[in-house]
């Protein structure tokens, strides 16, 4: 009788324990985000983080390719009603096209004032179309100017502020030395395209998509920008830009420099790391950072601005928990750590006075207003066709193969069949 009992007891148990982990199964039912991402370790340690925290969600880690055809990729799988895709690591230049195409998710009803409130304020303007924020930043990039700080100190002259102060500075020094005067990344690619938007801008011109310009037809045919245009192509006639200039990519642009080719450079942030730990540097503790040069009275000094955040796609279904990995993967502690372990610009103010980012990146230090002093891109959705046709035509131009009212006309007419 006694073990009669004791077995309906055990089997009382069991039935118990089997009820109650059923109903935890049931409540926490295994949720599968796909995330579309770079293959790269940083990434990875925070996926892993994450699960760890919230055991019913899963990461599903989809890579997209490290150059060409990233956005046809993500565009194509959006629009495909057989493909899961919850959230999408995309660059800033992918924003308007993917939300005028209604395929990501407005997030403003999900982040607070205060949760948005300590990111640079122009990382989150390039995330806002129409009045709805459609990214949050996890890193950010802009154009900035690198200069010899020595020869500069050796030759008494000052960190230029404008063109005409850099060409002079330029002249001075080259009477003496064997040194070009200042390069950027003009190969044709989409490093040139920011490199000549930065010029137009310094130099009072503009590529302007606003109702007005197109229907006169001066998106890009404009008083202002003869003259900007003008202005840059002065720079590789009179020798003041390298003379390999339209052949290089960054990494070529950085090699000159580190070999003590140049005296001013048009790069990124991460061009730093090169700077400092490439073995062939000669330049090393030799350089510093500026705001690009002002090229006229009415024109602007700022950067384009670059940078990676992610995004939400509008037919995921699991919106909640898409959200919940946005947050995670945005917060200090981790873009601290990506800031650190890749050498990436912070998006977050407080980051440039933080000493553990300072220590690996001492040139940010507290120069939240120079990589904060950048400005967006052509806002269109057919950003890389308008790429394309800037690229094309600027690079003629300057290589003598168009004149330039031809090459304005040309420019006019290819953005406004674009546009239409």
Known sequence: MKNRIVIFTLIGILLIISTVFLLYKKNNKQIVLSFYTHDEESIDNIIIDFEKQNENITIEKIIIPAYENRLSLIKNSLIDTSTQVDIIDADIIWVYDLAANNLISPLDYYFSTDELGGFLKSAINGNIIN????????????????????????????????????????????????????????????????????????????????????????????????????????????????????????????????????????????GWNEISNNKLSIVKDKVGISYLPYGSINGKNSGVLGGWQLMMANKSKHKEESIKFIKFFTNYKNTKKIAIEKTYLPVIIDQYFDADIIEAMPFIKKNVELFGNSHHRAFIANYRYFSDIFIKNTTSYLKNEIELNEMLKTMENEFSELIN
């Open 131 to 270: 009045n709805q924020l459609y990214g949050i930043p996890y890193r950010t990039d802009t154009g900035i100017l690198y200069y010899r700080k020595d020869l500069l100190q050796k030759y008494n002259q000052k960190v230029p502020e404008t063109f005409d102060e850099l060409i002079k500075s330029y002249k001075i020094i080259s009477k003496s030395e064997d040194i070009y005067g200042y390069a950027g990344s003009w190969k044709n690619y989409e490093g040139m395209s920011c490199n000549m938007q930065e010029l137009l801008w310094t130099f009072g011109g503009n590529v302007n998509f606003d109702v007005n310009s197109i229907k006169n037809k001066q998106i890009v045919n404009t008083k202002e920008n003869i003259e900007a245009f003008k202005k840059i192509k002065s720079l590789v006639d009179n020798g003041i830009t390298h003379p390999d200039i339209l052949d290089f990519y960054s990494g070529d642009l950085r090699k000159e420099f580190i070999k003590g080719n140049l005296l001013f450079m048009r790069d990124w942030p991460a």
